[in-house]
């Protein structure tokens, strides 16, 4: 038979342990809520029943006392705290990541849209060539398409007065470097123009194969619609 002072211990041991897996339950649904991405999710669970630490650290006999040997906490995304990591060497803390819209956009369309609708202009142009060069664009667009998104996907590529420009200089470019080579000299324009005008044909074409391209087609504005049609003509 147990003793009293047994019994005590044990119940508060069933006392904490269901404290703590309230604790991870109720973060894990916070972190649902949310809409947090896994490796966030990880973080969030694997330290929710940590707590802060009070009264200072004691330090065993004979150890530097000018040194936190452990960061007291971690930031609610599971970056490490700033506030003790300081004192430690240089070699043995890591770099602390702030989590960007971009981060793990590639993974799914759901988590590409969400960094999409995230992102500020100068950088959708950036995710999309990232999805463009990756070959995962048309993966990503295939179940996520709207009218609002290709809309927006026409605003990121430029307007439509814009874009036979953009085609013109490209094949500006091959007929330089046609003449340049056929006269033996260097005829030398910038690469942007061909990079953007690839990029153009890439999101279309890469549009056109989702599955719910009439559809998002068939809710486009007038403009969205006089910029998709200026596009198609200046990539023919």
Not at 37 to 59: C, I, K, N
Not at 177 to 183: E, I, T
């Amino acid at each position: 038979m147990l003793s009293q002072s047994a019994l005590a211990r044990r119940l508060e041991e069933r006392v904490a342990e269901d404290a703590r897996l309230r604790t991870i339950e109720a973060t894990k649904k916070d972190a649902v809520a949310r809409r947090v991405d896994v490796d966030t999710f990880q973080a969030l669970v694997s330290a929710a029943h940590l707590r802060p630490m009070r009264g200072g650290l004691r330090l065993a006999p004979g150890a530097a006392a000018g040194k936190s040997p452990a960061p007291r906490s971690f930031r609610p995304e599971g970056t490490l705290a700033s506030g003790d990591s300081s004192s430690l060497p240089l070699s043995t803390v890591p770099a602390a990541h702030n989590p960007t819209p971009n981060d793990g956009a590639l993974r799914s369309g759901a988590l590409f849209v969400r960094a999409w609708r995230a992102a500020a202009p100068t950088s959708r142009a950036e995710l999309l060539r990232r999805a463009v060069a990756a070959g995962a664009l048309p993966r990503l667009l295939r179940l996520e398409l709207s009218s609002r998104l290709l809309e927006e996907l026409l605003d990121c590529l430029g307007d439509a007065e814009d874009a036979p420009a953009v085609a013109g200089a490209a094949a500006a470019t091959g007929k330089c470097a046609h003449r340049g080579a056929a006269a033996g000299g260097d005829c030398s324009s910038p690469a942007a123009e061909p990079n953007h005008h690839e990029l153009a044909w890439a999101v279309l074409q890469a549009a056109a194969a989702a599955s719910s391209y009439a559809v998002a087609e068939a809710g486009l504005s007038l403009q969205a619609r006089q910029r998709l049609a200026g596009l198609r003509a200046a990539l023919q």
